[in-house]
C-alpha cells in the first residue's frame, strides 16, 4: 500500500517535499495497488516501482512530466491508462504477465515514448511479436534494449495485417489458457481454506486434552504440557511448510500474490510469538519451599556508573582506582569462592563470582600505552598526566 508516509520517507533527497518531487524509488514495498501519487507528485518525471505486486497499470494518467515509468516484476497483464503521461519517453513491462500484446495499441498516444521493455512477458513467445511491435509503434526507437531499424519497420509494416492475424490467435488461446488458471488457483484457494479450518479445530481439540480443567494434575503438569504442545506447533509448522514449497505450482499472478502472503502471515506469527514471550514475567517468589521469608526489596540497578563516583589516584609509577560505595550485583555471590586472575588471550582482569544458577562476570581492561582504560559494565579513561577524562555518565 503506498501511503504519504512511505512516499514522505523515500523523498529524503527532496527534504521529504513530495509536491515537488521529481524523482522516486518505491521498488521492494510489497506494493499491491498503484494510487495517490497522481495527487501527491504531480511533478514526477521517474517513476520506479519494480519487485512490487501491481496487477494493474492505473492512477498515473495525470503524471504529465513523466518520463520514465519502471513497473518491472510485477503481475501486470495489460499495458493501459497511460495515454496521459504526454512525456513518457521510456517504459519498462520487464518479468510482468502481459499475454494481451494488441493492448501496445493504447501507447500509440505516446508520441515521446522511445524505448519499451517487455522481456520475460508472455507475449514475447508468440510468433511475429516483435514485428507486431515495430509495426504497431512508430515512434518506437528501441524494443528490449535492441535497436529498431529502419529496414526493419519496413518489412515488418509490409506483413503487418498477416502478423496482426496470428498474434490474435496465439492472445486468445493465452487468454483461454488464464481463464483455466484463474479458476484453477480459485479451487486450490478453497482447498487451503478448508484444510487449515480443520488444523484449526484439530488443534483446538490437542489444546483443549491439555488444558482441561477437570484434570486433578493440571497444575503439576503445566510446564510439561506447554512443552508437548511447543513441539507439536513446530513439527506442524515445519511440516506445513515442506507440503507448501514442495507442491507443483504455475507461475501466475496468483501464486506470486499467494507466496508472498504466506511469507507475511508466517512472520506475523513469529512476531506474535515474540511479543507473548516478551510480555510473560516470572512470579513473585515471596518464600522459599522451607518456608524462609525472601527480601523481595527490588534494587536500583545502574546502567553507566558516573565518574563521579571513581576516586583515582594517578602517580609515576602506578595508579590506584578505587569505587566509591558499592555496585549492586543482580543477586547474591560466594565471596569465599571467587577469584580473579587475568585472561591469557585478551589480557583482560576477569573477576568470576559464582552463584546459584550462573556466574556474574566483570572484566577489568588495562593498556600499556599512554592512556589506560578500565572497564567494568562501563568505561572511565585516565591520562598519565594526573588529568581525568568523563567517560559514560
Given at each position: 500500500?503506498?501511503?504519504?508516509?512511505?512516499?514522505?520517507?523515500?523523498?529524503?533527497?527532496?527534504?521529504?517535499?513530495?509536491f515537488?518531487?521529481?524523482?522516486?524509488?518505491?521498488?521492494?514495498?510489497?506494493?499491491?495497488?498503484?494510487?495517490?501519487?497522481?495527487?501527491?507528485?504531480r511533478?514526477?518525471?521517474?517513476?520506479?516501482?519494480?519487485?512490487?505486486?501491481?496487477?494493474?497499470?492505473?492512477?498515473?494518467?495525470?503524471?504529465?512530466?513523466l518520463?520514465?515509468?519502471?513497473v518491472?516484476?510485477?503481475?501486470?497483464?495489460?499495458?493501459?491508462?497511460?495515454?496521459?503521461?504526454?512525456?513518457?519517453?521510456?517504459?519498462?513491462?520487464?518479468?510482468?504477465?502481459?499475454?494481451?500484446?494488441?493492448?501496445?495499441?493504447?501507447?500509440?498516444?505516446?508520441?515521446?515514448?522511445?524505448?519499451?521493455?517487455?522481456?520475460?512477458?508472455?507475449?514475447?513467445?508468440?510468433?511475429?511479436?516483435?514485428q507486431?511491435?515495430?509495426?504497431?509503434?512508430?515512434?518506437?526507437?528501441?524494443?528490449?534494449?535492441?535497436?529498431?531499424?529502419?529496414?526493419?519497420?519496413?518489412?515488418?509494416?509490409?506483413?503487418?495485417?498477416?502478423?496482426?492475424?496470428?498474434?490474435?490467435?496465439?492472445?486468445?488461446?493465452?487468454?483461454?489458457?488464464?481463464?483455466?488458471?484463474?479458476?484453477?488457483?480459485?479451487?486450490?484457494?478453497?482447498?487451503?481454506?478448508?484444510?487449515?479450518?480443520?488444523?484449526?479445530?484439530?488443534?483446538?481439540?490437542?489444546?483443549?486434552?491439555?488444558?482441561?480443567?477437570?484434570?486433578?494434575?493440571?497444575?503439576?503438569?503445566?510446564?510439561?504440557?506447554?512443552?508437548?504442545?511447543?513441539?507439536?506447533?513446530t513439527?506442524?509448522?515445519?511440516?506445513?511448510?515442506?507440503?507448501?514449497?514442495?507442491?507443483?505450482?504455475?507461475?501466475?499472478?496468483?501464486?506470486?500474490?499467494?507466496?508472498?502472503?504466506?511469507?507475511?502471515?508466517?512472520r506475523?506469527?513469529?512476531?506474535?510469538?515474540?511479543?507473548?514471550?516478551?510480555?510473560?514475567?516470572?512470579?513473585w517468589?515471596?518464600?522459599?519451599?522451607?518456608?524462609?521469608?525472601?527480601?523481595?526489596?527490588?534494587?536500583?540497578?545502574?546502567?553507566?556508573?558516573?565518574?563521579?563516583?571513581?576516586?583515582?589516584?594517578?602517580?609515576p609509577?602506578?595508579?590506584?582506582?578505587?569505587?566509591?560505595?558499592?555496585?549492586?550485583?543482580?543477586?547474591?555471590?560466594?565471596?569465599?569462592?571467587?577469584?580473579?586472575?587475568?585472561?591469557?588471550?585478551?589480557?583482560?582482569?576477569?573477576?568470576?563470582?559464582?552463584?546459584?544458577?550462573?556466574?556474574?562476570?566483570?572484566?577489568?581492561k588495562?593498556?600499556?600505552?599512554?592512556?589506560?582504560?578500565?572497564?567494568?559494565?562501563?568505561?572511565?579513561?585516565?591520562?598519565?598526566?594526573?588529568?581525568?577524562?568523563?567517560g559514560?555518565?
Amino acid at each position: 500500500m503506498i501511503t504519504e508516509d512511505l512516499v514522505r520517507r523515500r523523498a529524503e533527497h527532496n527534504n521529504c517535499e513530495i509536491f515537488s518531487l521529481e524523482e522516486i524509488s518505491l521498488h521492494q514495498q510489497e506494493i499491491e495497488k498503484l494510487e495517490h501519487l497522481d495527487k501527491w507528485c504531480r511533478d514526477l518525471k521517474i517513476l520506479y516501482l519494480q519487485n512490487n505486486l501491481i496487477p494493474k497499470i492505473e492512477n498515473v494518467g495525470k503524471l504529465k512530466k513523466l518520463e520514465y515509468l519502471n513497473v518491472a516484476l510485477n503481475n501486470i497483464e495489460r499495458i493501459e491508462n497511460l495515454e496521459g503521461c504526454e512525456e513518457l519517453k521510456k517504459l519498462d513491462l520487464t518479468a510482468n504477465f502481459i499475454g494481451e500484446l494488441s493492448s501496445i495499441e493504447s501507447l500509440k498516444c505516446n508520441i515521446h515514448l522511445k524505448e519499451l521493455f517487455l522481456m520475460g512477458n508472455p507475449c514475447t513467445e508468440f510468433e511475429g511479436y516483435r514485428q507486431f511491435v515495430v509495426a504497431t509503434l512508430h515512434q518506437l526507437k528501441y524494443l528490449d534494449s535492441k535497436e529498431i531499424e529502419r529496414s526493419e519497420r519496413i518489412k515488418a509494416l509490409q506483413n503487418y495485417p498477416e502478423v496482426k492475424w496470428k498474434i490474435r490467435e496465439q492472445e486468445q488461446a493465452y487468454l483461454l489458457k488464464r481463464t483455466r488458471e484463474k479458476e484453477e488457483a480459485q479451487r486450490s484457494m478453497r482447498g487451503r481454506k478448508d484444510k487449515k479450518q480443520k488444523h484449526v479445530d484439530s488443534k483446538l481439540g490437542f489444546d483443549s486434552d491439555f488444558c482441561s480443567p477437570d484434570s486433578p494434575q493440571e497444575k503439576p503438569n503445566q510446564a510439561e504440557g506447554d512443552g508437548e504442545q511447543e513441539t507439536y506447533r513446530t513439527v506442524e509448522n515445519d511440516e506445513e511448510d515442506r507440503r507448501f514449497w514442495e507442491e507443483p505450482t504455475p507461475y501466475t499472478p496468483e501464486s506470486r500474490l499467494e507466496t508472498h502472503r504466506y511469507i507475511e502471515e508466517k512472520r506475523r506469527a513469529k512476531d506474535n510469538i515474540r511479543e507473548s514471550k516478551k510480555r510473560e514475567k516470572s512470579p513473585w517468589t515471596l518464600a522459599t519451599a522451607e518456608g524462609k521469608v525472601l527480601n523481595v526489596n527490588v534494587p536500583k540497578y545502574v546502567k553507566h556508573l558516573d565518574t563521579s563516583l571513581l576516586d583515582v589516584d594517578v602517580q609515576p609509577t602506578y595508579i590506584r582506582v578505587l569505587v566509591k560505595g558499592k555496585l549492586v550485583l543482580p543477586e547474591e555471590v560466594k565471596p569465599d569462592s571467587s577469584s580473579a586472575k587475568r585472561s591469557q588471550t585478551t589480557g583482560h582482569l576477569v573477576v568470576t563470582m559464582p552463584k546459584v544458577c550462573k556466574i556474574v562476570w566483570a572484566a577489568f581492561k588495562a593498556s600499556r600505552a599512554t592512556s589506560y582504560t578500565f572497564d567494568f559494565q562501563n568505561r572511565v579513561t585516565l591520562h598519565k598526566d594526573n588529568s581525568r577524562k568523563k567517560g559514560i555518565s
